[in-house]
Structures are given as C-alpha cells and as structure tokens.
C-alpha cells in the first residue's frame, strides 16, 4: 500500500481568491470556550465542492457498538473521481469525559488504491460547539495518513486513517489543509473538533470538553487516481478501527468488515454404491406327483473264468493195491445179530467223482497190454 499521499493544492493567485471570497461569505472564527479562547485564529478556505446527491454512488456503510453504549457510523460513497467518508458519533448518551469523544477512524483496503486527501467539512445540520458557529470547513483541524505496510495498530495493519487528535500518529503536515487553522495551533492534537455523541448536552461534561467540538458528522473527500468506475470498494474494504480520546490505548471499536473469501469447497463425489448382487431364483414349487425312486444300477456279476482246457494225456490213476487179509484179521462173528451200520448218504459230488475215478481206472486198466 502507498505510504505516502498527495495534497492538492491551489496556485497562489487561486489562495488569494478563495481567502478573499471566504472573508466575505463565512462568519469570524468563534472562540474556544477553554483557555485557549483568546488566542488568534485563521480562518480555513471554504471547503471543497460536493458532487450533488444524484452523482453519488453509495458504496458501505459499517457501523460498530460497544458494551459501554459507544457507538459509530462510517459511509462510503464515490462519484467519479472522488471518495466520500461521512463519519458519525451515533451514541445516544450524553458525553461527559474526553473517551466518549470519536476522534479518529482507520479503515484497510485490500488493493493498491492511492487516496488523495482533498477536505473534510462538516455535513448538513451539524455544528461547532462555542458560540454556534457557522463554519463547515475543518480541513486544518483533521488530518490524513497512509500507513506503511509494516506499521499496526494492536498488531492490526490499516492502509489509512483520519483523526483530529495526534494519536501519537499524526502531525501538522499530514492535515487535509496545512495552510490554515481554527484552533489557533497548527496542529492535530488535543480533543479539538473530535465529534461528540448525537445525544451530547453541551451544558455537562467535565473541564476536559470545556473546547471546540463537532455534534453531528464529517465528510471526507478524497481524490481518486485511474480508479475504474466499477471497482468494488464495498469488497475492498476489509478492516475498521473507531478510535475515541487522545491515545490509541484508550477505548476503540475495531473489527474486520469483509473477511476473506473461505477456499472452494472441493466436492469428492461419493464412491459408486456395490451393484447388489442377483437374488437366487426361487426354489420351484413342490410338484403334486410323486417323486420317482432313483433307479439303483446293479452291476453285472463278474463272468466266471474259463476252465483250463483238459490235457491231451490223461492223468494215471493211482494204483490202489489192496491187502489179501490175514487169517488172523478175519473177524469172529457174534452169535448176536449185529445191528445194520448206517452209512450215509453220499452226496452228488462225492457221488460222481466216485464214478470218474472208477471209470479212469476202468480205461486204464483196459489199455495197459495184457501179460
């Protein structure tokens, strides 16, 4: 941001004019109800023309309250080439010490603009405690400053501010008008033309208010250099600070106006739900007809294996050679009848390998040579 700022000024021969034409037209500059009221004035040029109301193109207005019923309004507004601040005191109470007096303002912009300070007048309806006084123009007695970008103020940066108090920031050379004074001392400094509370009673208040302040609102203007029509100061506009009393550690209201805009919000589209699985067909009905039993397959039994083929040659008989009997072995018959022996029964098998081999031997003894 521009630490330094440009102040219009008139030709010599324009000076002459202005403070001539005032002279004729503006009242004689009152006297501070305080010690310093006999101390000699200057009266200020007559204060810079506003555009008429229907060129203006209102801007933002902030506001800004705090627990002790303080409170106060700052409007912006443009035309073409200027930038208007209307400053306000709107608390409703009455002011009774030096803190309840706005004496300065700050505010922040978020781009490179350079502000040209031009005047600060009050508006319509507002007035000059001490005699009620008929001057508008205060430029001498409100200065401006652009501050560098190192510089804060409860470790908070503002591009620029105004202030009819010093603050410990502002000095006779940063005054909208440089050339003149009211307050008799060529400076910021003090409480002089701080502006009270809309519900002020000029009849209280302790020694510290015994001097020359404002009831109502000022209006700044400022020049503005290659500023397009359509920038947005109501964007631009990011912090505000109202300072009352003579110090910047005493009561303020200070907050942010248009806060950063919050990252895009990156959307991740949530994962495809699983594709549900196929239901299984539904098992059919039971069939009225009786189920069929399995058939059982019985294998077939296994054929039995061939008998080995007869040999060519029959086998001999064994030769069975039975003993004569001997005398002895001959048995003595009982006299008693023996009872029959019973033999069984041969079975068919036993039966017919008696006859085979009966019959071999038949055939055997048949084809051996006769002696």
Not at 21 to 39: E, G, H, R, T
Not at 309 to 332: D, H, K, M, Y
Request: net charge negative; hydrophobic share 40%; no cysteine.
């Amino acid at each position: 941001m521009q630490s330094s700022f440009s102040v219009k000024l008139f030709s010599s021969a324009m000076t002459i004019v202005g403070v001539a034409v005032a002279s004729s037209v503006l009242s004689p500059a009152i006297a501070k109800p305080s010690s310093n009221a006999d101390q000699p004035k200057t009266q200020s040029p007559a204060p810079a023309p506003t555009p008429a109301n229907s060129a203006l193109l209102s801007l933002l207005t902030v506001t800004g309250t705090d627990s002790l019923g303080r409170a106060a309004s700052a409007s912006f507004s443009r035309d073409a080439n200027n930038l208007f601040l209307t400053l306000i005191n709107t608390g409703s109470a009455d002011s009774l010490v030096p803190v309840d007096v706005l004496t300065g303002f700050f505010f922040d912009l978020s781009d490179n603009i350079i502000l040209n300070p031009l005047s600060a007048s009050l508006s319509d309806g507002s007035k000059i405690y001490g005699g009620g006084s008929t001057v508008k123009n205060v430029s001498s007695e409100w200065a401006f400053k652009a501050f560098s970008s190192d510089s804060a103020i409860d470790n908070v940066h503002y591009d620029f501010g105004v202030s009819a108090s010093g603050l410990g920031l502002f000095g006779p050379g940063d005054r909208f008008d440089t050339q003149s004074n009211l307050s008799g001392i060529e400076n910021v400094g003090g409480l002089d033309y701080g502006i009270v509370t809309a519900g002020d009673n000029q009849a209280t208040g302790n020694g510290g208010l015994n001097r020359d302040l404002i009831q109502g609102s000022v209006v700044f203007s400022f020049g503005l250099n290659n500023v397009p029509t359509d920038f947005d100061f109501a964007q631009s506009i990011t912090n505000i600070r109202f300072q009352y009393g003579t110090n910047t550690a005493e009561p303020s209201i200070a907050k942010a106006v248009n806060s950063p805009a919050p990252a895009p919000v990156v959307s991740i589209p949530p994962a495809p739900a699983p594709s549900p699985e196929p239901a299984p067909a539904p098992a059919p009905a039971p069939s009225s007809e009786p189920v069929p039993a399995p058939v059982v397959s019985i294998p077939p039994a296994p054929a039995p294996a061939p008998a080995p083929a007869p040999s060519s040659e029959p086998a001999p008989a064994p030769v069975v050679i039975n003993p004569l009997p001997t005398p002895g072995s001959i048995p003595v018959l009982s006299e008693e009848p023996t009872k029959p022996v019973e033999v069984p029964e041969p079975s068919t098998a036993i039966a017919l390998s008696l006859v085979v081999a009966g019959a071999l031997k038949f055939l055997k003894h048949k084809e051996e040579p006769q002696a």
